[in-house]
DNA sequence: GAACCTAGAGATTGGAAATT
DNA sequence: AATTTCCAATCTCTAGGTTC
């Protein structure tokens, strides 16, 4: 079966849906076909009237006629699957590029002209890695056709020509919080110094945003605690208070309460979490859970294994098994400071897999617990 | 009430390493 | 050599707050 694929409605917009609702809002039909060749027509014919219809569309969705719930469930059901049209692309020129640094490595962005292209306006795109630049072969100055992948993400695809004044792309050398100089691999540009503001920052916003904490915000909260020196290690959050916070301009006593409370209700976390959050490259929650799983269930047991038992496990090899271990090593102290604070724990065993799957709704007063606890 | 900020939504690229 | 998995990064828009 064939349907459209749209990009206007978001499932969550109750309001929005609401509103089409009273719009008399056209409904999406589907359309059943056989043949591979029944489905490209589709599209086609699809596309042609595209311009016509009152909503915006990017494409199709073929999928199986029936209803598999259990397919349904997966992050990537494999009974459908998006049959997108062709991006628009249009022409524009590269103004600049600017060096995103996130941790230790810098990424280069693409700063354009601003054009409207499928609806929103485009500015910058991101150019993943001195070799791509190299590759395109661009130049600030440079025409260039940009898309915006799958009607969303812009890329650039391709330079047109590059004017015989056009400037070299200035790729940085040292590092601008440190001084130290950077290693360019090619597929990425870093730095290497392991006490870099950069990379010790970076780990408190990837604690937070592990621990899935609301409204501690980076922007009014977090780095100017971190510039001020009141904040280097993750322990040093859990000593926060609210007179700390509404030093800043924009944190008020409501807003610093409430980043406060919501960091500490975070009372316990998995042991994949916990290291997880600690940004050791390349070492996510995901990739520890497997270890924790193998039976290294505790900080210790992972610290005091070795690589070769590491990686025993599956999807750890050299690599990543030295990762892992020297990032654990390196991070021990910091972790039993976190740990001392006694603000957080790490859960003890891995919780039963009895509820696991089910889903759950609280309502009215709870007797024994609070809500909050109970969810 | 204006101005500003955040979260979250959907979607894709592309590198690296491991596995098959 | 091909496939799988993870990770990090990018874009825009808007509802719903907070602060000024």
Request: glycine letters at 6%.
């Amino acid at each position: 079966a064939i349907s459209l694929t749209d990009n206007v409605v978001f499932a969550s917009e109750v309001k929005k849906l609401k509103w089409l609702k009273n719009q008399n809002f056209p409904t999406i039909k589907t359309k059943v076909v056989h043949k591979p060749q029944e489905v490209i027509k589709v599209r086609e014919d699809i596309f042609n009237i595209r311009s016509t219809l009152e909503y915006g569309i990017d494409g199709l969705v073929i999928k199986g006629n029936d209803i598999d719930t259990e397919d349904m469930q997966r992050a990537k059901p494999m009974k459908q699957v998006a049959f997108k049209f062709q991006a628009e692309e249009i022409k524009t020129k590269l103004l600049d590029v600017q060096w995103s640094i996130s941790g230790h490595n810098y990424t280069p962005v693409a700063i354009v002209e601003k054009v409207n292209l499928a609806g929103s306006n485009v500015s910058r795109a991101s150019l993943a890695n001195p070799n791509l630049i190299e590759e395109l072969g661009i130049k600030i100055g440079s025409e260039v056709v940009i898309s915006k992948r799958g009607d969303i993400i812009p890329k650039i695809e391709r330079v047109i020509k590059t004017p015989s004044d056009a400037r070299e792309i200035s790729v940085p050398q040292i590092c601008e919080e440190c001084n130290t100089t950077l290693i360019n691999e090619g597929t990425r540009l870093f730095c290497p110094n392991e006490d870099c503001p950069k990379r010790i920052y970076y780990r408190l916003a990837r604690w937070i945003k592990k621990l899935n904490v609301k409204h501690f915000s980076e922007k009014l909260m977090l780095k100017p605690l971190f510039k001020t020196g009141k904040v280097r290690k993750i322990a040093d959050l859990y000593k926060l208070e609210i007179k700390d916070l509404v030093l800043f301009e924009g944190v008020k006593e409501t807003s610093a309460k409430k980043a406060l409370d919501n960091l500490n209700a975070v009372k316990e976390v998995s042991l994949a979490k916990f290291i997880g959050g600690f940004a050791i490259e390349n070492i996510g929650e995901d990739l520890t859970q497997r270890i924790v799983d193998a039976g290294f269930n505790t900080l210790d047991k992972i610290k005091n294994t070795s690589i070769h038992q590491l990686s025993q496990v599956e999807g750890f090899a050299r690599k990543t098994a030295q990762q892992l271990l020297e990032g654990v090593i390196k991070l021990y102290p910091h972790m039993e400071e976190l740990l001392n604070t006694n603000k957080i724990k790490i859960q003890e065993k891995s919780q039963g897999k009895k509820l696991k799957g089910l889903s759950f709704c609280f309502t009215g007063k709870l007797n024994t617990i609070k809500r909050a606890a109970a969810e």
